[in-house]
């Protein structure tokens, strides 16, 4: 969740899976990524806890940096919001404990596997450089939609997520045409100094006309990421473990990116660790689709402000996606089944209900789910796909029922 988003520091970004979107200012959130990040900033890295091998790499890498590589660094997680979805909000506290904190759900569990055995001291390095952030950025402004995509880390959900989203541009009335379904891939990247090339020189701010610094840390990075195998190369799902919508409608400068959705194979192998690989890829999908709605309709912004505008906005996409998974002519799946799934989905999904970009506790994710699947089965002619905004105005009228479960979080 949430966001190139130069305007987005114009705009309030909140915890939530939009970026870019227009929301009303909120200073949600505004604690944890600046307040990390300028506390991270200023940090002088000691290359000397490092490997032999990974100190060598390290001292190039830092002595090639522009002076103020992490003040971009930070400008670009500030203006891109990208620390700002549930999934990186879990990631970060992995990576990041000290300054990330996450309750433990079963998915953190996952994610914390995912790092045994990694040398701590690259680790650190290699989050205070933002590598966990670069596949981001290279779908976010690289990436494009194409017939050779592939979803999920050996291709397995290429075929389901291809064909949900024709049917979801199908589905909703609204003019889809333009939104691309991007992966999100990690190995690839980092094993490309051209493509990484590009994201590192946005992300530190490094001119074109300095081609040749960027692509030498490039090929730096590669090779430390290489030097663990724990990191599988990039392929370790930390590198991907993020899933959000993006729009520029309504910036006031944007930046040339089309509307988006962006899918990382990481989420969807620990959706599968999980045992919720069945449904959860499909909800996520829907879930940011639903917010491509919002983006369209303009159903972002309201009289709400902080959590309680994120709850909205969140448990709206719930109910957007979960009404098409269900509708007959949607995914047509068994609601019972659907509503199994995204109940644990949503254990899983939440980093700190006290946290002020939080999705809505799980409970009121699942009334919005439950309230969407009985709003689909429930409708006389099962054949009738509800406008956008009829749904949405059945759902604000829903809206405080939905939160009250929890209603004290
Ligand atoms: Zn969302």
Redesign the pocket.
């Known amino acids: ?1 949430k966001k190139t988003l130069a305007w987005a520091a114009t705009l309030a970004t909140v915890a ?3 970026l870019g979107a227009a929301l009303p200012a909120v200073a949600a959130d505004a604690t944890t990524p600046a307040a990390v990040t300028s506390a991270v900033s200023a940090t002088a890295f000691d290359t000397s806890r490092l490997s032999p091998e990974a100190k060598a790499l390290a001292d190039q890498i830092l002595a090639k940096l522009p002076a103020d590589w992490q003040q971009h660094r930070d400008a670009a997680i500030a203006k891109y919001g990208i620390h700002d ?2 999934w990186a909000g879990i990631r970060d506290s992995v990576i990041d404990p000290g300054d990330y904190q996450c309750q433990a759900t079963a998915l953190r569990d996952y994610q914390q596997g995912l790092l045994t055995g990694a040398d701590p001291g690259l680790l650190f390095l290699l989050s205070l450089l933002g590598a966990p952030d670069m596949p981001t950025y290279d779908a976010l402004f690289f990436g494009s939609e194409s017939k050779s995509d592939t979803f999920g880390a050996n291709g397995e959900y290429t075929n389901q997520l291809t064909s949900e989203g024709k049917d979801l541009k199908r589905f909703w009335d609204i003019d889809s045409a333009d939104i691309q379904i991007v992966p999100m891939h990690g190995g690839d990247l980092f094993s490309s100094p051209e493509r990484l090339a590009r994201v590192i020189s946005l992300m530190y701010g490094i001119p074109e006309t300095n081609k040749d610094t960027a692509l030498f840390l490039a090929h730096l990075i590669g090779h430390l990421i290489n030097l663990d195998p724990v990191l599988q190369g990039g392929n370790n799902p930390i590198f991907t473990f993020n899933a ?2 993006f729009t520029e409608k309504h910036s006031p400068n944007p930046v040339g990116v089309s509307d988006r959705i962006v899918v990382g194979d990481g989420i969807l192998q620990g959706m599968s660790a999980l045992g919720l690989g069945d449904t959860a890829p499909r909800a996520i999908l829907a ?2 689709f ?2 491509q709605v919002q983006f369209a309709d303009g159903l972002t912004a309201s009289r709400l402000t902080g959590p309680e505008a994120t709850r909205r ?2 448990l709206m ?2 109910a957007y996606g979960t009404y098409f998974l269900t509708h007959s002519r949607g995914e047509a799946l068994n609601a019972k089944r659907l509503l199994d799934s995204e109940k644990s989905f949503y254990m899983v999904g939440d980093c700190g209900f006290s946290s002020p970009g939080h ?1 809505g506790t799980p409970n009121q994710r699942f009334a919005a789910s439950a309230w969407a699947a009985s709003v689909a089965d429930n409708a006389a002619n099962q054949g009738h796909i509800l406008p956008s905004l009829a749904f949405d105005a059945l759902f604000e009228a829903k809206l405080p029922d939905l939160v009250k479960p929890d209603a004290a979080n």
């Open positions: 969740m939530a899976c939009t979805t549930q959000f919508a879930h940011e639903g917010h906005v969140e996409a719930d999705h």
